[in-house]
T-cell receptor
């Protein structure tokens, strides 16, 4: 299947700092990428839909000023968690839509805010 | 909106036996149903998918069935092996458009007993 990478895989930061997570589709162009959040032993929760060249669409309850998304190219989307707090600690996963709607996921980024 | 229910939440089977995970969906417009396997600390991996114009699909030890009338679909794993232990998510989405959101089930934690 297609390859989607995420960087970093793990990050620990102090409360109040911002963290940027990159998501790249390595072997196909993705017009649309998705960002998810996953708490332990729970399913994936969609945070936002990221479309190349336009503003991201956020799900209800997700603060767009808190979770900044930029989709600057067909192979790269970034999620910036601004002024992170301990409650933002979670597993963040991106996905990229390949042709015909098949969605491939990245390996995830474990964020820990101290 | 779409709602996907998944059962059971946990499943333990003897190595070599079969495992079955069932899902139901609510939106009759959904027409693409992927299944993902997620190992601890990793992103979900697409293992098999089925589209609404097909009733059954098989790939080696994994098969998926779809009943559009009843709006349910199932994952069947035969001859289970220890490496099948993981969390499995069913999902449903509408259309082949890359902008279609995927709605996930709550997940099934599958354990294979040696």
């Amino acid at each position: 299947g297609a390859v989607v990478s995420q960087h970093p895989s793990r990050v620990i930061c102090k409360s109040g700092t911002s963290v940027k997570i990159e998501c790249r589709s390595l072997d196909f162009q993705a017009t649309t990428m998705f960002w998810y959040r996953q708490f332990p032993k729970q399913s994936l929760m969609l945070m936002a839909t990221s479309n190349e060249g336009s503003k991201a669409t956020y799900e209800q309850g997700v603060e767009k000023d808190k979770f900044l998304i930029n989709h600057a190219s067909l192979t790269l989307s970034t999620l910036t968690v601004t002024s992170a707090h301990p409650e933002d600690s979670s597993f963040y996963i991106c996905s990229a839509s390949a042709p015909r709607g098949v969605e491939f996921f990245g390996p995830g980024t474990r964020l820990t805010v101290l | 909106g779409e709602n996907v229910e998944q059962h059971p939440s946990t499943l333990s089977v003897q190595e070599g036996d079969s495992a079955v995970i069932k899902c139901t969906y609510s939106d009759s417009a959904s027409n693409y149903f992927p299944w993902y396997k997620q190992e601890l600390g990793k992103g979900p991996q697409l293992i098999i998918d089925i589209r609404s114009n097909v009733g059954e699909k098989k790939d080696q030890r994994i098969a998926v069935t779809l009943n559009k009338t009843a709006k349910h679909f199932s994952l069947h794993i035969t001859e289970t092996q220890p490496e099948d232990s993981a969390v499995y998510f069913c999902a449903a989405t509408k259309g082949y458009s890359s902008a279609s959101k995927i709605i996930f089930g709550s997940g099934t934690r599958l354990s294979i007993r040696p």
